[in-house]
């Protein structure tokens, strides 16, 4: 589920804790806060999300 959890994000790096949360629904059950210790262990963050977003917006501005 773990691979499952970062390939989801990956393409989607705007998706929302309660997004994710209903993705895997009727699979998994848990905690809003399960799933961010979860992203935590993979590596991703906000500001991971964040940085994303700015190379996205840089490259377009440029």
Known sequence: MLKELDELVESRCDITLAEIKEHFSGRVSCSLQTI????????????????????????FHS
Request: charged share 30%; hydrophobic share 40%; no cysteine.
């Open 36 to 59: 961010s210790n979860n992203l935590k262990r993979l590596g991703w963050g906000y500001k991971k999300i964040v940085k994303l977003a700015v190379k996205v917006t840089e490259f």
